[in-house]
C-alpha cells in the first residue's frame, strides 16, 4: 500500500505508468479489471508513444501504476461540454479541447 492508503481503481480511469522500455511515467487509463484466485488484476492500456497504445497487466498495488491526482472524468462518463485532452498528431502535443457531441 502506498503510505498505508488503498486505492480504490475504476474502469477507464486515467492513470500514470511506468514504462522501462521508454524510461517514463506515461498516460494510460484501465481498460478491464478482472478476479481471480490470486485477487485482482488490472489490464492497464497506456501510451508511451502517441498513437502507439500498449497493455500491461498489474496488481492493484503495483509501484508502477499511479492515479492521476486531479479531477478527472471517465471517458464512459464523457457529454457535450465535457473538458478533455488531445493528442495532435501534426504538432506532436497535447492540447485542452472540450467535447462538442458524444455518439454511443
Not at 484501465?30 to 488490472?42: H, K, R, V
Not at 499511479?66 to 493528442?87: H, L, M, Q
Amino acid at each position: 500500500p502506498r503510505n498505508g492508503k488503498t486505492i480504490k481503481w475504476r474502469m477507464s480511469q486515467p492513470v500514470k505508468i511506468w514504462s522501462q522500455s521508454a524510461n517514463k511515467w506515461c498516460p494510460g487509463e484501465i481498460s478491464y479489471i478482472t478476479q481471480d484466485a490470486d485477487g485482482y488484476c488490472l489490464d492497464v492500456r497506456y501510451w508511451a508513444k502517441p498513437q502507439l497504445p500498449k497493455a500491461k497487466y498489474l496488481a492493484p498495488l503495483s509501484e508502477c501504476l499511479r492515479p492521476i491526482s486531479t479531477n478527472y472524468t471517465c471517458r464512459d462518463e464523457w457529454a457535450s461540454g465535457s473538458k478533455v485532452e488531445c493528442f495532435s498528431n501534426s504538432q506532436k502535443r497535447w492540447y485542452k479541447a472540450t467535447v462538442v457531441d458524444v455518439i454511443r
